[in-house]
């Protein structure tokens, strides 16, 4: 079990720490005594505080004044939560109308450290019930978002991903490093990736790329539904319309090929 007063004693830290943020986001610059007046707490709490979130990137000490400032790190992370939420809502265009065309459900995921992040779904009229992917988790390898994901992601992690032990979820989840690395060549050859029967035995999905301005993929999108209405003979027709979809939305990003 947990020592409790040390949980206590972390929880309290992350909340002065997130006061700080916040006294910063007010008065847009602070002095560790100001700081230290604001929390309600010593000087030298303060001071240690503010470190930590200077080795973050998220404070930042104007070198002629001595001041705290809100630094880069904050910038950058709510330029990741603007991403999505631009990603969601330009997909939003397009989206619907694929899920009406193929009758199927429609997701959105984006990266997130090895995993599918699922950010977004449309339901088709087909979908009787939604799967309520939004918010969650997916291993890369066996799914159809996962694969273009994980095929489009960095050498170095994509090794990584393939280096731990890939777990079997379905029936036909191919868990194998080196097939999975040949289907990933291909689809980063085909321009689509597929999952049939890999994540949820009687669940098919195919999946293809959403590129961001500079040309990177920053999103997949997928149509998915059972298997007996997405069976592997439909799969070229239905990555055709995926594919579509996913060069709409990418110029809706700012791609331009």
Do not use: C
Not at 109 to 135: C, F, I, K, M, N
Request: a negative charge.
């Amino acid at each position: 079990m947990g020592n409790g007063s040390g949980d206590g004693a972390a929880v309290q830290s992350v909340d002065r720490a997130l006061t700080i943020l916040k006294l910063l986001a007010r008065d847009g610059e602070l002095g560790v005594s100001e700081l230290a007046a604001g929390l309600g707490v010593h000087r030298s709490t303060a001071f240690r505080l503010v470190a930590t979130l200077e080795r973050h990137d998220l404070v930042e000490q104007d070198g002629d004044r001595g001041g705290y400032r809100l630094g880069v790190g904050v910038v950058r992370l709510a330029g990741a939560t603007s991403a999505r939420l631009d990603l969601v809502r330009e997909s939003r265009t397009v989206t619907p109308a694929l899920a009406r065309a193929v009758g199927e459900t429609v997701n959105v995921a984006v990266l997130a450290g090895r995993e599918a992040l699922y950010v977004d779904e449309v339901a088709g009229p087909s979908a009787l019930q939604l799967h309520h992917w939004v918010g969650q988790r997916i291993p890369l390898h066996a799914t159809s978002n996962g694969k273009v994901l994980l095929a489009h992601a960095p050498a170095a992690l994509r090794e990584e991903v393939l280096a731990a032990t890939l777990p079997v979820l379905a029936g036909r989840t191919v868990t194998d490093p080196g097939r999975v690395r040949a289907e990933l060549a291909e689809v980063r050859r085909r321009g689509y990736a597929t999952a049939v029967d890999e994540l949820e035995d009687g669940l098919s999905a195919v999946a293809a790329p959403v590129l961001g301005a500079d040309g990177s993929v920053i999103a997949s999108i997928s149509a998915s539904g059972p298997t007996f209405r997405m069976p592997e003979t439909a799969i070229a027709a239905v990555a055709e319309q995926v594919m579509t979809a996913a060069r709409e939305v990418s110029a809706r990003m700012g791609w331009f090929g």
